[in-house]
């Protein structure tokens, strides 16, 4: 069973940035993405890239944040950029479509 481990996540102060990393156990194929859930709220598709490297976005983080892989060292990363008080969340790291498994995310705060 391939282990997904996120990290990277902290409190950044709005505008700010930070850069999230997805260390996956081993090489795939599949298109692979981020996910977010913001309290009281449903777990929500963020951004995705697929094994040729074709990028796709939410409305809400398009041109703000980016999405890209180490394939060297099965990593997925997501740079944040002019963070905003509406993306703090749980962010996790999964496939697209998503299996019924999550890992256990990592928490994003954007606050002042």
């Known amino acids: 069973q391939v282990q997904i481990v996120e990290s990277g996540g902290g409190l950044v102060q709005p505008g700010g940035s930070l850069r999230l990393s997805c260390a996956v156990s081993?090489?795939?194929?599949?298109?692979i993405g981020w996910y977010r859930q913001a309290p009281g709220k449903q777990r929500e598709w963020v951004a995705s890239?697929?094994?040729?490297?074709?990028?796709a976005y939410g409305d809400s983080v398009k041109g703000r944040f980016t999405i890209s892989t180490d394939n060297a060292k099965n990593t997925v990363y997501l740079q944040m950029n002019s963070l905003k008080p509406e993306d703090t969340a749980v962010y996790y790291c999964?496939?697209?479509?998503?299996?019924?498994?999550w890992g256990q995310g990592t928490q994003v705060t954007v606050s002042s």
């Open positions: 999964n496939y697209v479509p998503p299996p019924n498994n």
């Open positions: 890239i697929g094994p040729f490297n074709g990028r």
């Open positions: 081993r090489s795939t194929d599949k298109t």
